[in-house]
């Protein structure tokens, strides 16, 4: 007789195969519409060119009557979006007087040194120079160094190397005149979380004197916090307690000639008391009165980073923060919690997370400006970026669980607990982070596994049909920040190829095709107690949405067991594969494609695959059916 082959939506991998029966198993690329199996969306690469260093954060914002920009942080650079084109505004830390740069160069080498007084740089960070005269009578002229460079070594507080892009001909001491300038950009910090065991890590006569440190320390990964103020962008590198400049806050005045950078909010008129070590920027909640609020910062009138202190600049002057009966600067901290890891704000307040608490920073006006509340102090966070917020709730990433705020905490129930929680690198979790793709009602996770130091798993929730589905970030899909924003076409993320991808986008793989599979848990057949044959399945699908000059298909078949610990069999007793082609004739109006798929398989359980592999396709599974009949092993 034909069997309907329903499925429960979503996928549970907590319990075994044959325990999930009438439910999913295993899914990639594949979610779920109204309770049915789809293939995602394709994507496309967006912008024009690459951008240096790996990106973490993605924020949309749109100044008065200017066009739509993305700010993009990476490890290494910031960049403003403008139709794909990425402009480079990363903040400068210092600017020097003129002549304070000298250049010294050796013959046959390509190798440049530079000596100014108390750089401050590190090996890595970016330097750009103006104004310099070519190096005597070399071939180092003065256009090849006034240009943007890399610093490759650091020989102490006043000399550092970079590599030119000609080798000198001539050896020159001192060189360069009288006016040249050097702009110090905000420091580089680090691709992937890092274990330090150098030298110093550790307190004050512990270890042996000159050898390094028995214990690590972590080098967290940097992470770039924006906020719009009215029509500007205000940011900050995520303060990592490694001795850099880190931290400190840049503003970005909105130009339209994309011809400026981003510069230190100290500099800016009426400055005073800004913090110099900073977790995250971000804008109050009462976005209208023009408060910024620094999260995890030096307090006011110290020098020490408190990661819980919470301070907030005037209304009026967004670079003074120094409390006074003239100002509204203030600050308050938080009770719980070792440190600040993220903040969010939302409609009516601003949701402040630590490792282990979350707390209520609310608007409230007069002479205290902001109250705290703690909302609770037994939730987890495992990463600054792993918090979504979907319209009135916040999802979030635990350590060993998932949470949902809407007025109060709970605990989300997931079919992938141990899945995810149980799997995933450790020390590699600053790398973690969420996505919102608003049109089919998903948070997207992702995250390592334990087996990687880079992104490679996936785990969805869809909060509308309350189900769960996961998969794999292959080398086509490795996303390392996402954007869903009203004021974009398509959600975007970022590559660690350097690019900026549109998903939902098409159906392929940027061109190439976008592999998309699903297999159900195990059914037992005839109640498992004897061996049935399968002898053909009848398809349920539809390819709508394929391309128009595709000719759109997908794999489906069976895989049997005898008992649910047996190995699966993908082939019948004569050898012949258990899957088929299913391949549309039509695919406009009324789906036509292939009729029946003939196994002849036997077995006690079988789980049902479709896989498509093709460019152009788009598919959804409906109700599939199989003719199951009693049978012996051997027919």
């Keep these: 007789m034909l069997r309907k082959l329903l499925f429960k939506p979503g996928v549970n991998k907590d319990i075994t195969d044959y325990s999930a029966e009438g439910g999913w198993y295993n899914t990639n690329k594949v979610r779920f519409v109204s309770g049915f199996p789809k293939k995602i969306g394709g994507y496309a690469k967006y912008t024009v060119s ?23 942080g990476t490890s290494k650079k910031v960049y403003l979006d403008t139709g794909g084109t990425l402009n480079d505004i990363t903040g400068i830390r210092l600017t020097t007087s003129a002549g304070d740069a000298t250049f010294t160069s050796t013959s046959g080498s390509a190798i440049i040194t530079v000596t100014e007084n108390s750089h401050g740089a590190n090996a890595g960070d970016y330097v750009t120079f103006s104004a310099a005269a070519t190096l005597g009578s070399s071939n180092i002229t003065a256009t090849i160094l006034n240009k943007e460079y890399v610093i490759d070594t650091i020989t102490n507080a006043n000399v550092f190397t970079f590599t030119a892009t000609v080798t000198s001909d001539a050896a020159v001491s001192g060189g360069g005149g009288g006016s040249t300038i050097a702009a110090y950009q905000m420091p580089v910090g680090y691709n992937l979380g890092t274990e330090g065991f150098g030298w110093g890590t550790e307190g004050w006569e512990v270890g042996t004197w000159g050898t390094a ?42 130009d339209t000639s994309l011809n400026t950078r981003g510069v230190l909010m100290s500099t800016l008129a009426g400055a005073s008391n800004v913090p110099t070590r900073v ?175 880079t992104i490679d798993k996936y785990v969805v929730y869809n909060y509308l049909e309350s189900i769960w589905f996961h998969g794999e970030c292959d080398d086509n899909f490795d996303r390392t920040a996402w954007s869903d924003s009203t004021t974009r076409e398509y959600p975007q993320a970022a590559s660690d190829d350097g690019y900026v991808y549109n ?72 050898n012949e594969s258990l899957s088929n082609s299913v391949t549309a004739v039509s695919h406009s109006i009324i789906d036509q494609f292939t009729e029946q798929i003939y196994v002849r398989a036997r077995g006690r359980q079988m789980a049902l695959t479709v896989e498509s592999t093709g460019t152009g396709v788009a598919w959804q599974l409906g109700t599939p059916r199989a003719d199951i009949r009693p049978d012996g092993l051997r027919g």
């Design 50 to 72: 690459a951008f240096i260093g790996i990106c973490r954060t993605m924020f949309n914002y749109t100044p008065s009557g200017a066009y739509k920009y993305m700010a993009l």
């Design 213 to 254: 440190s028995e214990t690590p320390i972590y080098l967290p990964l940097r992470i770039v916090h924006f906020t719009k103020y009215f029509d500007d962008l205000v940011f900050n590198a995520r303060y990592a307690t490694d001795g850099d400049d880190s931290g400190q806050i840049y503003y970005y005045a909105n």
């Design 279 to 453: 977790t995250q920027v971000l804008i109050s909640q009462d976005n209208t009165s023009g408060t910024v609020l620094a999260l995890g910062c030096t307090p006011y009138g110290l020098s020490a980073h408190d990661p819980l202190c919470i301070r907030w600049s005037d209304a009026t002057v967004v670079a003074q923060w120094t409390p006074s009966d003239l100002t509204t600067a203030g600050s308050l901290n938080i009770q719980n919690g070792s440190a600040i890891m993220t903040g969010v704000p939302t409609y009516n307040e601003t949701l402040i997370f630590t490792e282990s608490s979350i707390n209520s920073l609310k608007f409230i006006g007069g002479f205290e400006v902001f109250r705290l509340d703690e909302i609770s102090n037994y939730i987890s966070l495992v990463a600054p970026n792993a918090v979504s917020n979907v319209d009135s709730s916040i999802f979030w990433m635990g350590t060993n669980k998932f949470y949902v705020y809407n007025g109060r905490v709970q605990t989300l129930p997931c079919t992938l607990e141990d899945h995810v929680f149980k799997n995933f690198n450790s020390t590699q979790t600053d790398q973690f982070f969420a996505g919102l793709n608003a049109e089919y009602h998903e948070v997207w996770w992702f995250y390592c596994s334990s087996a990687s130091t």
């Design 503 to 574: 998903h939902e986008y098409g159906n392929d793989a940027d061109g190439a095709a976008l592999t998309a599979n699903i297999t159900s848990a195990s059914v037992s057949l005839d109640e498992g107690d004897r061996f049935t044959l399968i002898r053909k399945i009848i398809p349920d699908v539809t390819f709508i949405g394929s391309d128009t000059n595709a000719t759109p298909s997908v794999s489906m078949g069976i895989q049997t067991k005898k008992f649910p610990g047996s190995a699966t069999k993908t082939t019948n007793q004569e």
